[in-house]
């Protein structure tokens, strides 16, 4: 039962940074583990990063480790992801989920995580 709402896709050159926000209603964000998977045309659904309830605990895919830093701020509902070193092959629709049960201990896989938002579109160019 919560809403998510991602925003700060954009279009950037390789190497340029992104932002994204994933802001969730209600006021039950902070029980929900929360992850980032993307999906480029004609590819699966892949994960990104993810971080347990309490921040205390982050899992990134070998793509986004060293660039990216996923991040929460319960106070304000929002889960983050920063995005440096862009590269072409991080061009994707990003989705923003929430799942019930996922700590970020493990590899996770789309059905670890039962809420999603729409997607914002980042876009790299070489």
């Known amino acids: 039962q919560v809403r998510l709402v991602e925003s700060g896709g954009g279009l950037v050159q390789a190497g340029g940074s992104l932002r994204l926000s994933c802001a969730a209603s209600?006021?039950?964000?902070?029980?929900?583990?929360m992850g980032w998977f993307r999906q480029a045309p004609g590819k699966e659904r892949e994960f990104v990063a993810a971080?347990?309830?309490?921040?205390?605990?982050?899992y990134y895919a070998d793509s986004a480790k060293g660039r990216f830093t996923i991040s929460r701020d319960n106070a304000k509902n929002t889960v983050y992801l920063q995005m440096n070193t862009l590269k072409p092959e991080d061009t994707a629709v990003y989705y923003c989920?929430?799942?019930?049960?996922?700590?970020?201990?493990?590899?996770?896989?789309?059905?670890?995580?039962?809420?999603w938002g729409q997607g914002t579109q980042v876009t790299v160019s070489s």
């Open positions: 971080v347990s309830w309490s921040g205390g605990s982050t």
């Open positions: 209600g006021r039950t964000f902070s029980s929900y583990g």
């Open positions: 989920a929430a799942s019930t049960y996922y700590r970020a201990t493990y590899y996770p896989d789309t059905t670890d995580f039962g809420f």
